[in-house]
């Protein structure tokens, strides 16, 4: 049974822009590199200031744990609570491969160009950046230096600790070439043992992921007993970490993303309204945020259809109003046709499933993430030396 997240706020399913430049995702590596002494590195979150006498740092993203999952998450995780606390934005959309790859480089999703969880190839097919293997090649869809080469070319080593089996994936050289690579199991205490140990190896930078959080709330959702479990292991993870650093080190802990419930009222699927595949050759995205691909000269009637059907319950924009809107930062020209020609973002708890488009265990999820309100793009920045 899940517990609802009906403690949210409303003010949470208000829409909050990416705050790029002034307090996002993409700002904590380079800060974090500013405190390592990478040359330029422009410390965008003073982080020198917070951190002097710092030369070696741990970054922990827990994929999932939105601003807004912090009370929750710290009720079984007491020491969340404990930490030196302020709220960053994701990029957007705020979904999984997308931000890991704006942490990794530093940049908005627009310049490094991975856009979404699945978005249209030149050829016509599908990529899921999470299935992503070496087809494309991921130096030439993600073109952008990682934040980890440019430490080392300035002499500062950096090490990513993670799954074994994301290891050489495409997403994982988008995010993190440059680094060292170390393989953890499934537990926290294998991230944290083989966190502490490159720690410990000496000054520089390194980095963990746990996917635990992420990973109950889709499946049982935020607030069930298993998604309890996990942000018990969240704190676990933590108190090994706090209290296992090294002299002259600290940690910081951020997200990708957070996560809301959706109730089987709020799920507008094209398998069971027919108009909202009339003109369309292609779907990609993600139920929160979808991309849609258009038949020539389809285009209005696309989104006067989307509009129509969905009403208040999302926006539906077209490439350049979505753009020009600046959520995705600067896009160059190969990155435009990325983005669907038509842009859906849900609000409040609504979804746009895509039945017949997509696998249907995407459907059968229940928490969902990747919109522009605060309850999915607000991220913690917790601190810890």
């Known amino acids: 049974m899940v517990v609802p997240d009906d403690h949210l706020p409303d003010v949470a399913f208000q829409p909050v822009r990416p705050a790029y430049g002034v307090g996002s995702l993409a700002d904590v590596l380079p800060s974090v590199s500013a405190v390592l002494g990478v040359p330029g590195a422009p410390d965008v979150l003073g982080l ?31 020491i969340v609570g404990e930490l ?61 230096p990682t934040c980890f080469q440019v430490a080392a070319a300035a002499g ?22 440059g680094a060292g690579y170390l393989a953890a199991g499934g537990s926290s205490d294998s991230l944290a043992d083989r966190m502490l140990s490159a720690l410990a190896a000496g000054p520089g930078l390194v980095y963990g992921y746990f996917a635990d959080l992420d990973n109950y709330g889709h499946g049982h959702g935020v607030g069930s007993a298993a998604w309890g479990d996990a942000a018990r292991e969240v704190g676990w993870l933590l108190d090994r970490l706090v209290h296992g650093l090294p002299p002259r080190s600290a940690l910081l802990v951020t997200a990708d993303h957070g996560q809301i419930n959706i109730p089987a009222a709020a799920r507008f699927d094209m398998a069971d309204i027919p108009a909202l ?16 691909y258009t038949v020539p000269g389809a285009l209005d009637d696309v989104v006067a259809t989307w509009r129509g059907v969905f009403g208040a319950s999302a926006w539906v924009l077209t490439r350049d109003e979505a753009i020009d809107g600046g959520w995705f930062g600067p ?22 499933l895509a039945g017949g488009w997509e696998p249907p265990t995407v459907g059968r999820l229940i928490a969902y993430h990747a919109s522009v309100t605060a309850a999915e793009m607000e991220i913690p920045l917790l601190v810890a030396r």
């Open 48 to 78: 020198r200031d917070q951190l002097d006498g710092v030369d070696r740092v741990a970054v922990l993203l827990v994929d999932g744990l939105g601003a807004h999952q912090l009370p929750m998450v710290t009720a079984h995780a007491p």
């Open 84 to 144: 030196a606390s302020r709220t960053l934005t994701s990029g957007f959309p705020s979904t999984t491969p997308v931000s890991l790859v704006t942490l990794g480089t530093g940049a908005t999703p627009g310049e490094h160009g991975v856009l979404g969880f699945t978005v249209r190839r030149p050829d016509g097919r599908v990529l899921n950046h999470i299935q992503w293997k070496h087809d494309p090649d991921p130096a030439l869809w993600q073109p952008v």
């Open 156 to 177: 500062v080593a950096s090490t990513v600790v993670s799954k074994p089996e994301f290891e050489g994936s495409g997403l994982t050289v988008s995010a993190y070439r």
């Open 277 to 292: 595949g009339e003109g369309i050759v292609g779907v990609t995205g993600e139920p929160r945020v979808r991309y849609l």
């Open 331 to 352: 896009v160059p020209a190969d990155h435009r046709d990325r983005i669907g020609e038509v842009t859906v973002i849900c609000q409040g708890r609504a979804i746009a």
